[in-house]
């Protein structure tokens, strides 16, 4: 094997794990641009996504197609009852507050898992058993081909869902200015509602993908890619859509291709001091907007 | 509405909190003149669970057996045993209040812990309590630094030692690749050993690379090892890290194969395809296809539905040590008990052993083969 096939491979092993990063920080996103404020919960979404799977194939014995549809439904629904419960009554509140209220939300559910699942691993077996294949001595997993494909696929669709649809526009134009967009009768509570349910549906797919990947699930796996999507947020420009799928693919990237070829002690500093450039570089991360304060 | 909801919370996570304590003394020690009361800690939850499960039940095997047999003869007086087990979740903090809990339950001896990290943490306590502590299955090199502290399993480097004359001696391979934590005692202690012993065999470490205990991900590494043209990859890890890196492995192409310590053992249990670990081997003392621990085997499936592995057969050994250094010493006090420990001869399941003044047991090694999906003894 050569430098090249060498290089190739470990481009695809960043952008595999970055494309995971970038569907869970398109949830973050696309949240804060709404809601104005930063899910926390919204790594666990992500877990509860891989136990539904399991209970959906295992304990309900669904067909697969209906098993993901399943999945997808209950993270949904999640992400909605969240906000409904937790957020909507703080929508005035000052911002500590509802940082608290997230990070507690977070809590509750690895703590739920804890109490339903217990901590010891649940073996998975993967559910794509696509086959890899070979391009110029470049062994392509068949699981990075799906996930490569899924995410693109997904992405497209948000994008014009947000720019061609009504339902898109309304929630452009709640993150815009949200007195005002309900001075326009747009119904500002359901778009928030289903901001959340796309956000978790995202992380729903993200959670299938990630135990397909992994093949153990856990009631902290979603803590990590959490943290690191909501890194690829900020660094993309939280609030951005685009932003974050570049975020997401650029930190995936970095840290395979620092993991190989410099250390992997040092990857997740690597990771981080990019971070930190850009935000001193351009202070609202690669794509975001810099929005004046109004006095 | 909403104070409705919000007492709701405060409920549900208060109740959460309390769960949490009470549900991990196992047995709580109804302690008399004539009970022997060994201590024991290992994780019974999390993700090295199935060792510390293992560890119990052999050692339950264990007493049970002997209190059948009418207990332990001390001098002129027969004693009961009684385990005493609590979880440490592999965790430092947990593992030495577990300790304290021992300790105010009156323990005579120490069963523990099983792994290595929470091991270090308490030796030293345990040494200044003055207390014979024998570990199954922490393979640390510094778990037995303290005069008082003995173990029945292989030390980390002794491991590391067996395995790199097996890879270069046995297979003949002179490329080895090699994948670790470095950030966990026992992986490095085997990668150190591994990589010397190696090097003086003749043979070549063309890759190792670290990675952290919490990782999933280990695509990156492995595809590192894959250019460096490695013909054998050494995989010094617990067997859910085992387990990703095997899967991983498969997934980008890789037929290199695997060679592990006995970190490696119950691997079987947690992968989904048996098809990615086929054809790797690695060191243990103990397997249940064995003839000679035919009994023991039947004793814990029949108690435990399911087949004993090392970490059983290190606990089984575990307390009959104790037994054999209670009988020795004539005496269960403490001193008595560690001075009787260099004397005794154990004819246990992991084979014939006797301990040194070091506190290491001497014992043969054995290789085992994932073979069809079932461990095979070569």
Not at chain 1, 160 to 173: C, D, P, V
Not at chain 2, 10 to 16: D, L, P
Not at chain 2, 145 to 166: H, S, V, W
């Amino acid at each position: 094997m050569n430098l090249f096939q060498s290089i190739m491979e470990q481009l695809l092993n960043g952008l595999r794990t970055g494309s995971i990063y970038a569907l869970i920080a398109l949830g973050y996103s696309m949240v804060y641009g709404i809601a104005k404020m930063i899910n926390f919960a919204h790594g666990d979404v992500i877990m509860v996504g891989a136990y539904a799977l399991f209970m959906g194939m295992t304990a309900l014995s669904l067909p697969l197609p209906v098993a993901i549809i399943f999945t997808i439904v209950v993270c949904a629904v999640l992400g909605i009852a969240i906000e409904k419960v937790a957020y909507k009554p703080l929508r005035n509140a000052s911002s500590l507050a509802v940082l608290i209220t997230a990070i507690g939300m977070s809590f509750l559910l690895q703590s739920l898992a804890l109490i339903i699942f217990s901590a010891t691993p649940i073996p998975f077996k993967s559910i794509i058993s696509m086959k890899g294949i070979k391009i110029a001595g470049v062994d392509i997993p068949g699981i990075t081909i799906i996930t490569l494909v899924v995410t693109t696929a997904i992405m497209v669709a948000l994008t014009l869902f947000i720019n061609k649809t009504k339902a898109g526009s309304a929630m452009r134009a709640v993150s815009e200015d949200r007195g005002a967009a309900a001075l326009m009768g747009i119904n500002v509570n359901r778009t928030i509602s289903m901001t959340f349910a796309i956000g978790s549906a995202l992380a729903a797919v993200a959670g299938i993908l990630y135990i397909c990947q992994y093949q153990s699930i856990t009631p902290t796996l979603g803590a990590l890619p959490g943290i690191k999507a909501f890194v690829a947020a900020v660094l993309g420009g939280i609030g951005s859509i685009p932003g974050a799928m570049v975020g997401g693919i650029l930190l995936g990237i970095v840290e395979s291709m620092s993991k190989a070829y410099i250390s992997t002690e040092l990857a997740d500093a690597i990771v981080f001091g990019v971070l930190v450039v850009i935000l001193l570089v351009k202070p609202s991360g690669l794509l975001g907007k810099l929005k004046a304060e109004k006095v | 509405m909403k104070k409705l909801a919000s007492l709701l919370l405060v409920v549900t996570m208060s109740a959460m909190v309390f769960s949490g304590c009470g549900n991990n003394g196992s047995s709580s020690s109804k302690k008399d003149d004539s009970t022997f009361l060994i201590g024991g800690s290992g994780p019974l939850t999390g993700s090295a669970a199935t060792y510390g499960l293992s560890v119990k039940q052999g050692a339950e095997v264990a007493v049970k057996e002997i209190n059948d047999a009418g207990g332990v003869k001390v001098g002129d007086k027969a004693y009961k045993l009684d385990l005493d087990f609590q979880d440490d979740e592999n965790k430092e903090d947990k593992a030495v209040t577990a300790y304290n809990t021992l300790m105010d339950n009156d323990i005579n001896a120490f069963l523990g812990t099983v792994t290595s990290t929470p091991c270090l943490a308490l030796t030293k306590n345990a040494y200044d309590d003055g207390i014979l502590l024998v570990t199954p299955s922490a393979s640390a090199l510094d778990c037995t630094k303290y005069d008082n502290a003995f173990r029945i399993c292989f030390t980390d480097p002794m491991q590391g030692e067996k395995l790199a004359e097996y890879a270069v001696k046995t297979l003949g391979k002179k490329k080895i690749g090699i994948i670790y934590h470095n950030d966990d005692d026992y992986s490095i202690g085997l990668e150190k050993a591994f990589t010397e012993k190696v090097k003086e065999l003749g043979g070549e470490i063309v890759a190792s690379e670290a990675s952290a205990s919490k990782d999933n991900d280990f695509s990156t590494q492995l595809t590192s090892i894959k250019s460096s043209k490695a013909d054998l990859i050494f995989a010094p890890v617990y067997y859910q890290a085992a387990a990703y890196i095997t899967k991983q492995a498969s997934d980008a192409g890789m037929k290199i194969p695997f060679i592990g310590g006995d970190g490696w053992d119950g691997i079987l249990g947690v992968v989904t395809e048996p098809a990615t670990v086929e054809g790797a081997v690695f060191l243990t003392p103990f397997t249940a296809t064995d003839s000679s621990v035919a009994d023991f085997v039947k004793t814990y499936e029949a108690a435990y539905k399911e087949t004993p592995n090392q970490f059983a057969a290190d606990g089984y050994d575990g307390v009959y040590a104790i037994a054999e250094a209670m009988k020795q010493a004539g005496s269960i006090k403490n001193e008595d008990l560690i001075a009787a420990m260099t004397k005794i001869t154990v004819d246990g399941l992991t084979g014939k052993m006797t301990f040194d003044k070091s506190g290491e047991a001497n014992k043969d090694a054995k290789f085992v083969e994932i073979k069809d999906g079932k461990y095979l003894v070569k």
